[in-house]
């Protein structure tokens, strides 16, 4: 039996050639809550510890809406199938934004801010509205930025400085990040007895997956040692690939960028005989810079991604391809992410054992790697002819830009979303958009969630359907 279909009325046949109001069961909801300080639970007492500062702002009186109701939430899944024999349990996260009653003190408060990991459009936007968002909403003077990532916890006071709104009035104007940043550094004893020491009382880590994994152990060693001290995490990937959330920062302004890379290179292959544009692009794990970009140009004759395998040479092969579309066009032009095709390239014993300093296996360069091939193949196979190939590699460019318009708003969002939590008495989460409402997540389920390309999903329909590129599938048989 269809649960959509409409329903008949009292023994009336229903009239479907019209709207009509189907009544249907859902399955049950599960509350996928974030922690909570000790203080916070301490309490027997539902009254609260401060009313928001943000109802007695001289110039904004927040409405009666503006205040987030205690048994607000968003679903994981905007769309469900109602025709299972065996729904799955509804998934539910807390909705983020700005409580009536706080559970902390922002009088009390001191915030240290940190950025780690690789560059990203955004991370000044974020840091900006962190700084101006304590200030301006709740009163907090004690603002600290930590430089050099997370082992700025542990360095000397020249690594903390005071944040004040009037220094970071322009900070979304500018790429990078002020506080510096590095990679690795994590000694957890040191970082936790450095916040102590130094009286931090909320800390705001921003990175990608391995940083959201560091402020993990942080907020389990807070919780050991029973500290009452709070800390978030802001997902910053440029790839794109943490999951749950819809997309982290950086990503939009990364894919518009890439459009500018890949106009040079389609310019390039046009302009050369037998002319190949070779654009590469980030996505060690996933490619979703590589697809979107695709996607908005119209240019892309073949899109090769970590979450599809390609081969080279035979039946269906990339050669084939590029040569058939040569021959049509007079050029091609080839994005491929830095993960695809790491399978395909010769590795030493200690290339498949080196590790960066976050801990990942250090990729080969896959664009001069196929850049070369493509060469050594239209040598072999058209010794006659002439043929050009021109590589572009944006991808510090792309890293080192300021966020876009999209992204800086974004990014406006996370930081106040990320603020109203710890004023809130929560910890150990990540604010995020699900299915476009911002929501509070456990650190620990971001932490190992992925985000790869789903193939099997329309978008790389589309890509598919824009490049008319192979599946690679006869020459893999």
Avoid at 16 to 27: D, E, I, K, R
Avoid at 144 to 169: C, I, K, N
Avoid at 252 to 262: F, G, L, R, Y
Wanted: charged residues 20%.
């Amino acid at each position: 039996m269809d649960p959509t279909a409409p329903n008949s009325g009292g023994g009336a046949a229903a009239d479907a050639t019209g709207p009509t109001n189907t009544t249907v069961t859902l399955p049950p909801l599960t509350l996928r809550d974030v922690p909570r300080l000790p203080s916070a639970l301490a309490s027997p007492s539902p009254s609260p510890v401060v009313p928001n500062p943000i109802s007695r702002h001289p110039y904004f009186h927040p409405p009666s809406t503006f205040y987030i109701s205690p048994g607000d939430v968003s679903l994981r899944h905007a769309f469900f199938d109602l025709a299972s024999a065996s729904p799955s349990p509804l998934l539910a996260y807390r909705r983020a934004g700005p409580r009536g009653d706080l559970a902390v003190d922002p009088a009390r408060a001191r915030a240290a801010l940190v950025t780690c990991g690789g560059l990203c459009p955004g991370l000044n936007t974020v840091l900006r509205e962190l700084v101006v968002g304590l200030h301006e909403l709740y009163g907090v003077r004690d603002v600290f930025g930590v430089a050099a990532g997370y082992r700025g916890f542990y360095g000397g006071d020249e690594d903390h400085v005071r944040l004040e709104p009037a220094a970071a009035d322009d900070w979304h104007k500018k790429g990078g990040t002020v506080l510096k940043t590095t990679r690795g550094g994590f000694d957890l004893g040191k970082i936790v007895d450095g916040i102590v020491s130094r009286g931090y009382t909320q800390v705001y880590a921003i990175g990608g997956d391995g940083t959201m994994r560091g402020a993990v152990a942080i907020f389990q060693e807070f919780k050991r040692r029973g500290l009452n001290i709070s800390i978030t995490g802001i997902p910053k990937t440029v790839d794109n690939d943490i999951g749950i959330i819809d997309r982290s920062f950086g990503f939009q302004t990364a894919v518009e960028i890439a459009q500018q890379a890949i106009d040079a290179a389609h310019v390039e292959a046009v302009s050369a005989v037998n002319g190949i544009g070779l654009v590469k692009l980030m996505g060690r794990s996933t490619g979703h810079i590589a697809l979107h970009a695709t996607l908005s140009s119209r240019d892309v004759d073949c899109c090769l991604i970590p979450e599809v395998d390609f081969c080279l040479e035979g039946k269906g092969g990339l050669f084939e391809f590029l040569y058939e579309r040569i021959k049509k066009k007079g050029h091609a032009v080839v994005v491929v992410a830095e993960g695809a095709g790491q399978e395909l390239i010769h590795r030493t014993d200690d290339q498949k054992r080196e590790q960066d300093e976050s801990g990942n296996i250090v990729f080969l360069d896959v664009g001069p790697w196929l850049k070369s091939e493509l060469g050594r193949w239209w040598k072999r196979e058209h010794p006659d002819e002439l043929f050009t190939v021109k590589y572009i590699d944006p991808t510090y460019m792309i890293r080192a830009v300021p966020a876009n318009a999209t992204d800086n708003l974004y990014c406006t969002l996370l930081a106040h979303s990320a603020i109203h939590g710890i004023m809130a008495g929560f910890t150990g989460f990540v604010p995020g958009p699900i299915n476009g409402t911002y929501s509070y997540i456990p650190l620990e389920d971001i932490a190992v969630a992925k985000n790869p390309v789903d193939v099997n999903d329309h978008k790389w329909a589309w890509v598919r359907s824009v490049t008319n590129q192979p599946d690679f599938l006869m020459s893999q048989a």
